[in-house]
């Protein structure tokens, strides 16, 4: 609300810094067309699946529909029509929005944005219409931004909200309108309550009459409820600089294209046409009225009983005997500004933090600190940690790719960092920021330099992604954190960082493959038993040997547990490793390779190291494969190797189909049909609470590739060998025992038979399974000393 100084003249400088107001449009040009909804809901749909632009709305739906105004950030045009659409999706309601007049004049882009609802910051009587139509029940989409923040730069110096305006060319703060439109409906709602209570039914038909209402009681209905203002957030990932077919076209019909358009089409062009992710999050409501003390209430109720039409509350006369409105325009003034200061906060905390964002800030607070290069193994050290600080942090919204190890976790490999990390090095070396040489990284001078606004995503994103981050406390203390511990992070700190990732990637795992496509194979799945990776390590200190424990073929490390149970009651450390794709769902197993599940070893084996001077490895069926795979290209401090029922040949002649069905799928696959034309094979576990009784056809051709592998390895095992198998396996052949004794070179080696029927015998405890294993790595343990 804004009274002496004229509520309703004052929207163009309320809600934008625009140019004058555009005579040409009347109230009859914002006609809504829910035709044009409809297209544009089908074309972005479209969009969606054609050109890969992932737009992903995150919360729930009932925040949407109790949203009336959505206060948005902006960064790119076509943010301009995106959030209605979403709007539209969750709850078929019509909105306005408010955009700076740049973005209107007489052409097809201006009437398609009229059409959905777009009105342009000055247009006279602009906030007492945008509050008739939230009455009326319509939502409201609104930029305070002004316009779009290229340089994503919303604090200044001294950590004050201000952005940067193109039309003064100077910084000045976000627009109030919103705050303004919101308090001005409340107080209207509180008069018209406060009227009903008073039985002045005239009043009442009045204000029905002119918001075109159906009836009193709807009058009534909508007043019941306070005005709820919707801070939220878009945020772009990745950002590309390449050039696109948007840009080449546009070039090509118009040769004559400003630096800026230029600019536009490099970076908005790649958002829409390349596979980026667009992530909206809505943050906590703000509800105006709640700002209220008694004194306002006060002044409102003595103003409103004077109010003839609900416009009165964007212009309340300033003359004699109106003392009242004119402390109550000073009052919402200062309301006003603290609702747009809290409504900024919440847009800024939602935005969704992902690897270059810390990245960008890690590498300008080292340039901060005078550091012109660093060690690539120190630089990617500390990036990692700060993603696991920042996952410890309740209030930040991570980037999926922040989620999920598998995206970001290869950080620590130098031979093959992840795909993030890779992305924003390449963008940074074009940009000249960052060069990569032997190991190390360099901080270019750019990195210091100043860059024009319409410039500046296309010379330094690192202070893009840095500034857009920047009024998040929680990223700051996360690279702060990360920064001042990398260098004396010690190795099992290390480790139980990379554990967590284990459990991480389970969870992960299994809430990916619970959608509605794999549903009807989840459902026959009967495993029950706790299907994650688990570490238990000693209170004492590193001990000499450590046992890692490998499961089978469809199983979980549950499958090892009664074991691990037995080593862990005697004080070893152990760790039982997940293989991907096993303990989530059979879809998980059918996207896996066995390299995948050779890799979930490894990163177990290097994990136990951290807490044992040594580690014998324990393996059951495929999981004993793996295991002597590992075997045959030892890692530092192999002790032993003990393995299970290991296959080489099978009980099953239709194991040799599986090959011909593979490749069968696999020519359909081509064709759309997932999976292929027999994806699954069903089977009869020992265990089915522990087992997938789904069985991927693919994933059985892995673990045939496996064993061929193993086979063709067994000659270069040069550690102790413990072979335990049933005599009468109904799975693995049991000459395969004999077969791989005899393939081992290492003259360290034992074969004890087990008399059983069963495959499981380790899960079983089985004979003297157990006691023999155990016996093992004593004797390992023994040896060593």
């Known amino acids: 609300m804004k009274a002496s100084t004229g509520r309703a003249a004052g929207a163009a400088t309320v809600l934008c810094a625009g140019r004058r107001e555009k005579e040409m449009f009347t109230e009859a040009d914002f006609q809504i067309s829910s035709k044009a909804y409809e297209w544009t809901s089908r074309v972005l749909t479209l969009l969606e699946k054609a050109l890969k632009v992932n737009i992903k709305l995150h919360g729930e739906k009932g925040r949407i529909e109790e949203g009336d105004i959505f206060v948005f950030n902006h960064f790119a045009r076509f943010e301009t029509f995106i959030p209605q659409y979403l709007i539209y999706q969750a709850t078929g309601a019509f909105s306005r929005s408010v955009a700076s007049p740049e973005f209107f004049g007489d052409d097809a882009f201006t009437r398609y944005l009229l059409s959905l609802g777009a009105l342009p910051t000055d247009y006279r009587g602009l906030l007492p219409f945008l509050a008739a139509e939230i009455l009326r029940g319509r939502k409201v989409v609104v930029f305070p931004e002004g316009g779009m923040v290229k340089d994503r730069r919303v604090l200044d110096h001294a950590g004050r909200y201000s952005v940067y305006s193109r039309s003064r060319d100077e910084r000045r703060k976000h627009h109030t309108g919103a705050a303004v439109v919101a308090l001005a409906i409340d107080a209207f709602k509180t008069v018209v309550r406060e009227a009903d209570r008073r039985g002045e039914e005239e009043r009442l038909i009045a204000w029905t009459r002119q918001l075109a209402l159906p009836g009193v009681d709807e009058l009534r209905r909508v007043v019941a409820r306070p005005t709820t203002i919707l801070p939220c957030n878009i945020t772009f990932y990745p950002i590309r600089i390449d050039e696109n077919m948007l840009q080449r076209f546009a070039g090509f019909l118009n040769r004559d294209l400003s630096p800026r358009a230029i600019e536009e089409l490099l970076i908005e062009g790649n958002i829409l046409l390349r596979d ?273 424990l490998i499961h089978g073929f469809t199983a979980s490390p549950a499958e090892v547990r009664p074991l691990a149970d037995r080593f862990i009651s005697l004080g070893y450390p152990c760790l039982a490793a997940r293989l991907k794709g096993h303990g989530t769902s059979p879809w998980d197993l059918l996207e896996r390779s066995w390299e995948e599940w050779f890799a979930s070893v490894r990163e177990g084996y290097e994990i136990l190291s951290a807490f044992a001077e040594r580690v014998c490895v324990v393996g059951f069926s495929a999981g004993a494969s793996l295991g002597l795979l590992l075997a045959a290209d030892p890692p530092d401090g192999l002790a032993g190797m003990a393995a299970v029922c290991t296959p080489l040949l099978w009980q099953d002649n239709a194991m040799k189909l599986v090959p011909v069905v593979h490749g069968a799928n696999r020519f359909f696959n081509q064709f759309g049909v997932a999976g292929g034309v027999f994806p699954f094979h069903h089977d009869e576990p020992e265990h089915p609470r522990i087992n997938y009784i789904q069985k991927p056809i693919k994933a059985i051709y892995e673990l045939q590739q496996l064993v061929g592998e193993m086979r063709d390895a067994l000659a270069r095992v040069r550690c102790p060998v413990l072979l335990v198998q049933s005599t009468e396996d109904p799975v693995v052949d049991p000459e395969s025992a004999d077969l791989i004794y005899q393939g081992l070179s290492t003259n360290r080696k034992r074969l004890l038979l087990i008399p059983s029927a069963r495959h499981g015998i380790l899960y079983e405890g089985v004979g003297e399974t157990h006691e023999k294993i155990l016996e093992f790595v004593r004797q390992v343990e023994t040896a060593e000393g």
């Open 276 to 548: 980026t992710d667009m992530d909206l999050r809505m943050g906590d409501p703000v509800r105006p009225a709640d700002r209220w003390t008694w004194w306002d209430r006060l002044l409102l109720q003595s103003v409103g009983r004077r109010a003839r039409s609900w416009e009165d509350f964007f212009s309340l006369p300033s003359g004699p005997g109106w003392w009242d409105g004119r402390w109550l325009d000073r009052r919402d003034h200062a309301h006003s500004l603290a609702i747009r200061d809290a409504y900024m906060v919440g847009v800024y905390a939602c935005v969704t933090v992902n690897m270059s964002h810390l990245a960008s800030r890690i590498i300008l607070r080292m340039v901060e600190s005078g550091l012109e290069r660093v060690d690539a193994a120190d630089f990617h050290r500390t990036l990692y940690l700060a993603v696991k600080r920042l996952q410890g942090e309740p209030s930040v919204s991570l980037h999926r790719s922040l989620q999920n190890p598998d995206a970001y976790a290869g950080i620590l490999v130098d031979q093959c960092p992840c795909f993030a990390w890779r992305h924003f090095l390449e963008i940074a070396g074009a940009e000249g920021l960052v060069e990569a040489t032997e190991g190390r990284y360099r901080f270019l001078p750019k990195l210091r330099e100043e860059q024009a606004f319409d410039k500046i995503r296309l010379e330094n994103l690192v202070s893009v992604y840095a500034n857009e981050v920047a009024p998040l406390a929680a990223v700051t203390r996360a690279v702060g954190s990360a920064l001042d511990s990398a260098g004396g992070l010690r190795k099992d700190e290390l480790a139980q960082l990379r554990f967590d990732d284990q459990l991480r990637a389970y969870r992960w795992d299994l809430a990916a493959f619970r959608k509605p496509r794999h549903e009807a194979v989840n459902r026959e799945e009967q495993f029950t038993e706790d299907a994650a990776p688990f570490l238990s390590i000693p209170a004492n200190g590193v001990q000499k040997i450590g046992v890692l």
